[in-house]
């Protein structure tokens, strides 16, 4: 493969896909299958550690969305290397981890998904070269991790957990994604690699830039104040804390804190900021930890400690304190790694992790206690473990700062004395002294289960005890990233009596002493009652609730549900819409057009129509009401017919007959019309206020449209290319059939889909029945034989409409409805078997048939290599006939099925 | 003629809302036609009334001053689409009236709405309380 990154994150995430079906035929075994994915990623990094570590960096992309120019570009270098190491390797023992844990669990499937999208997020992320792919990845870590905390989602606690960890970091990432756009922008480039730090330090919006990155890291690793989520996060199974809280999501933060120190490090601010927060977040994990007496919580209060010393160290941008964060982070992810997996097999093997019960494990767990003592031994920062070197470090990397090194040099004492003392509980406590009181009897848990915490714990020792191996491979290109200008890396374990040596037997006797008296320093925070009263997650939770209520007040008063209501605002801001444009654009607009002269139809058309419904607004009589609606339709008919449109007028006037004919079938079932009075006054004058305001506005707005000049001539070019183009003298129907095929097959399907909804809706129950057996509405003979022939005559003029439609007045549309009059009288009188009988088949056959046709008439046109619905005409014997004809058909056959499938379901009784 | 058509298309759109805003389902559904009836007019307003001769052509001639066939063309397809979508309109209150047995606006929203299924009262535990015990039951090592 040329791109072995991209196919690393690719092979995690099929890995991903096929774990639930993998799962589901190997059950646990499948873990050590999917361990193959992360296994090999590992491995091609190691293998890339001699280049790297060389100095060279390795790069590779792919195009996204080239118009935006965001590619996935992908860069390995030494802060990018030792995170992908941590992330697959880790990643892979976790995988095993998983399957032995969970191995009863019938989700396990599920899990290992969740687990590999996760991974593959957090590798795209460190990976990622480009700031929106990045943001993606980072994105989706948000996402996978609420599905990991989430796993055991019949939990009330769980489910909270995940819903704060999502809240709290998708939050941030919205602020990150603000602050990458402003930094692409002010960097002059969208890849981490090319920002411009001297125009991001000069540009108007470098502090806004500050800001939002830093919402969106600190939220992600969990600084003070949103330290909440993470402790929580410990509903998750042990897996999960394992990985999220050791080399992963919280580590994501920090990552890019170190990935931006250069750019974003200079005398601005930034260091500042982050020696606060960080030594904040340090202080008040390390006081929350020692309190607890759950094991995994903890162990994850440390983890605040850490990750707030972490973002410390990146602050003190010094030579000592970047080389101290390298190694930390390294440290920190192999200890804390081998801990969280020890404990959850303690749990696993124990059923508890409160101190107060456990106790001499060692004999009975031997492997797990091995690894648990190294992995403390390492958290403590005694020597020679790495993490007594990754302390040293801290330390003389926050002396070379000055007097506020000093004071936080004491804080870092006092924090780390108490992680020591957290250590030792998690292995003195546990491990050694009398029995505990298990709810279960405690075995040594099986391979998978101590192997990861072992080989981590052992790494911790080797590296520490060789160090020349880190320094020389990994930790000198990842300081050289994380600084501004080059740095000397040089590790040791022993450098002589220096002020760090003398911080550290400080921190150690401290931690002794902590240990110790641990008790009477529990003692003494519980005291501190009031604060604890507090605390961030009531304060979250009164907020959530809170924001609810205010979600759902707003909800309730904008979506009330009232249609009335609704229409009321929209017609309310329509119309002041328009009236604020006319204000806007003077009276001129109203003046300045030709008008036609009126003509006598069109004046009683016009009468006609508002006086029909007018009437029908305020009648009671549904009779009464049907006729007004009537003649108001046909009042606008006579207009159009007036106005020149005979083929508007026919539409109109066959649409308004049918209208008459559906409305009164209908309204036959309905109850009475309660008169206008019967609503209260005030609700009464408000309506019409609004519609007199809602119609004035569209009088107004049509005024202005003819008062302006019409713009261009694409009348008299449809009126020039008709005949020539389209072979039709009607020029209405060949713009529908021919020029603007491609609308009228929309508006067709638009009828057909409308047709086929209302038949639907008025299908239920006994309606079925009618469809096939309906008995005809007026059993009258006289009626019959009256009817007879006028139906006969008026199927037979939908036919001569059809064909003329493309010279004169008529078309697929107006034969369309006029057949579906004629039948309509035919169902009326004769039932629904009869006009089946008579139409040959199903009115929805008809319908597809129609599409058919008119859907066929295009194609014809793309066989003959032209576009689709051309037009394409042969005369035989002088007959025209084309494409467009074939497309009238299709409008003819589709409107009329509709219509009838529509009425069918309406008219006649069930016999 | 535009003035006239205007001002007509502006009555009936008024009308149509006068009915829409109605209590009684029924009024609203004619309010749907007639509003529809209102913008076609207000459509084929749109495109002017200028021409004394409508939009026919022959093999040879092509009329000198005809009326303007686009917006025809268009309000003849939004003409029968009205008729479907009153259909529809129709075949709903129809229906309304069959499973519900109301013709009330108001009412019908009330019906239709069923409270949403809340899964509890946001009423979250405070945290402190760990219970990540999910192997403790029923298993033994």
């Not at chain 1, 709290?168 to 756009?181: F, N």
């Not at chain 1, 162990?299 to 030579?319: D, E, F, K, R, S």
């Not at chain 1, 501004?484 to 040089?490: F, L, M, Q, S, Y």
Request: proline share 4%; charged share 10%; net charge neutral.
């Amino acid at each position: 493969m040329g791109q072995p990154m991209l196919s690393a994150v690719f092979a995690i995430a099929i890995a991903a896909f096929l774990a639930p079906m993998l799962s589901a035929k190997l059950d646990d075994r499948a873990g050590w299958l999917l361990a193959l994915a992360p296994m090999g990623a590992f491995l091609w990094f190691v293998s890339c550690i001699p280049l790297v570590a060389g100095g060279d960096v390795v790069t590779e992309s792919i195009a996204w969305v080239p118009a935006l120019g965001i590619e996935v570009a992908m860069r390995l270098d030494g802060l990018s290397l030792l995170f992908a190491l941590l992330i697959t390797g880790i990643g892979a023992l976790i995988v095993l981890y998983a399957g032995a844990y969970l191995s009863d669990h019938h989700h396990l499937g599920r899990f290992y998904a969740y687990l590999l999208v996760f991974m593959m997020a957090m590798l795209g992320l460190v990976l990622a070269d480009d700031l929106i792919a990045m943001f993606v990845f980072w994105e989706l870590t948000s996402v996978a991790s609420f599905l990991l905390i989430a796993f055991q989602h019949e939990k009330s606690v769980s489910r909270r957990a995940a819903l704060q960890a999502l809240l709290i970091t998708a939050g941030g990432g919205l602020a990150l994604l603000a602050g990458l756009l402003l930094l692409g922008i002010a960097g002059e480039g969208w890849r981490f690699s090319d920002l411009d730090v001297a125009a991001v330090e000069s540009h108007a919006s470098y502090y806004a830039i500050m800001v939002l990155v830093l919402l969106g890291c600190f939220t992600k690793s969990a600084q003070v104040p949103f330290h909440l989520w993470l402790p929580n996060a410990m509903n998750a199974p042990t897996p999960v804390s394992a990985y999220l809280h050791s080399a992963t999501m919280v580590k994501a933060g920090v990552y890019l804190l170190a990935r931006l120190n250069p750019t974003m490090g200079g005398e601005m601010g930034w260091s500042t900021v982050l020696v606060v927060v960080g030594a904040s977040t340090a202080v008040v994990g390390a006081v929350l930890a020692i309190r607890q007496t759950d094991l995994k919580r903890l162990l994850a209060y440390t983890t605040v400690t850490v990750l707030g010393q972490l973002t410390m160290l990146i602050g003190t941008n010094t030579t000592y304190g970047l080389q101290a964060f390298v190694l930390y982070l390294l440290a920190h992810s192999l200890y804390k790694g081998a801990l969280f997996m020890a404990v959850g097999a303690v749990d696993h093997a124990t059923g508890t992790r409160e101190l107060a019960k456990l106790g001499g494990l060692i004999r009975l767990m031997p492997l797990t206690g091995g690894a648990v003592a190294l992995a403390a031994f390492s958290n403590a920062g005694l020597p020679p473990f790495f993490g007594f070197i990754a302390k040293e470090f801290a330390y003389a990397g926050l002396i070379e700062m000055g007097i506020t090194g000093w004071i936080v040099t004491a804080v870092m004492i006092v924090t780390n004395a108490l992680l020591l003392a957290a250590a030792g509980l998690v292995f003195i406590r546990t491990f050694l002294g009398p029995r505990g009181h298990y709810p279960r009897e405690p075995h040594e848990v099986s391979v998978p289960m101590w192997l990861g915490p072992m080989l981590l714990a052992i790494g911790g020792l080797v590296l520490g005890a060789w160090h020349h191996l880190p320094e020389t491979w990994l930790v000198n290109a990842a300081v050289q990233v994380v600084a501004r200008g080059t740095v000397d890396v040089n590790l040791y374990l022993w450098g002589g009596v220096t002020p760090a040596v003398i911080a550290s037997l400080l921190t150690v006797s401290l931690g002794v002493f902590f240990y110790t008296f641990r008790h009477h320093v529990r003692r003494h925070i519980a005291r501190w009652r009031v604060l604890w009263g507090v605390s961030g997650d009531l304060v979250w939770d009164r907020s959530l609730k809170k924001l609810f209520r205010f979600a759902g007040m707003l909800a309730s008063n904008w979506q009330h549900g009232s249609l009335r209501l609704h229409l009321t605002l929209l017609s309310l801001v329509l119309s002041s819409a328009v009236f604020l444009a006319l204000a806007a654009g003077g009276e001129n607009l109203l003046v300045g057009g030709e008008y036609t002269p009126l003509s006598v139809p069109a004046v009683v058309g016009c009468l006609l129509a508002l006086v029909g419904a007018g009437a029908a607004a305020v009648m009671r009589g549904r009779l009464a009401l049907v006729a007004a609606l009537g003649a108001s339709g046909l009042g606008l008919a006579l207009f159009f017919l007036s106005a020149n449109a005979p083929d508007v007028a026919t539409t109109q006037l066959m649409v308004e007959t049918l209208t008459v004919v559906f409305l009164a079938l209908v309204l036959r079932g309905m109850p009475a019309i309660p008169g206008v009075s019967a609503e209260g006054r005030l609700s009464r004058a408000s309506h019409i206020l609004v519609s007199l305001f809602f119609g004035l506005s569209v009088a107004v707005a049509l005024l202005v449209a003819v008062n302006l000049p019409l713009a261009g001539n694409i009348a008299s070019w449809y009126m020039e290319n008709s005949y020539p183009g389209g072979h039709g003298g009607n020029v209405v129907n060949v713009i529908l059939v021919d020029f603007r095929a491609f609308d009228t097959l929309g508006e067709i399907v638009v009828v057909a889909l409308a047709g086929l909804a209302a038949a639907t809706l008025l299908g239920g129950g006994r309606m079925t029945a009618m469809t096939r057996h309906g008995e005809p509405e007026f059993d009258s003979v006289l009626l019959r034989q009256g009817l007879r022939p006028l139906a006969g005559l008026l199927v037979l003029v939908s036919l001569v409409l059809l064909w003329r439609g493309h010279n004169l007045p008529g078309g697929g549309f107006i034969g369309g409805l006029v057949a579906a009059t004629g039948f309509i009288l035919v169902v009326m009188t004769f039932g629904n078997r009869f006009a089946r009988a008579l139409m040959w088949t199903r009115p929805t056959f008809l319908v597809g048939i129609g599409l058919g046709c008119a859907v066929g008439a295009g194609i014809i046109g793309l066989l003959a290599g032209e576009a689709f619905l051309t037009g394409l005409w042969i005369f035989p014997l002088g007959l025209p006939l084309g494409t467009p004809l074939l497309f009238d058909i299709g409008v003819f056959l589709t409107v009329f099925g509709s219509v009838m499938h529509m009425m069918q379901r309406l008219a006649g009784r069930v016999a | 003629m535009e003035l006239l058509a205007a001002l007509t298309a502006g009555g009936l759109a008024g009308i149509g809302m006068w009915l829409l805003l109605d209590r009684n389902l029924i009024r609203v559904v004619l309010g749907v036609a007639i509003l529809g009836n209102a913008i076609n007019l207000g459509v084929l307003t749109a495109g002017r009334f200028a021409g004394d001769e409508a939009a026919f052509v022959t093999a040879t001639t092509v009329p000198a001053d005809p009326a303007n066939p686009l917006p025809q063309a268009l309000v003849l397809t939004a003409i029968v689409i009205g008729f479907g979508l009153f259909a529809f309109a129709l075949a709903v209150l129809k229906s309304v009236r069959e499973s519900h047995g109301i013709t009330t606006t108001d009412s019908v929203t009330e019906v239709t709405e069923e409270p949403a299924p809340d899964v509890d009262e946001p009423g979250f535990p405070s945290g402190q309380d760990d219970e990540d015990r999910v192997h403790a039951r029923g298993r033994k090592g």
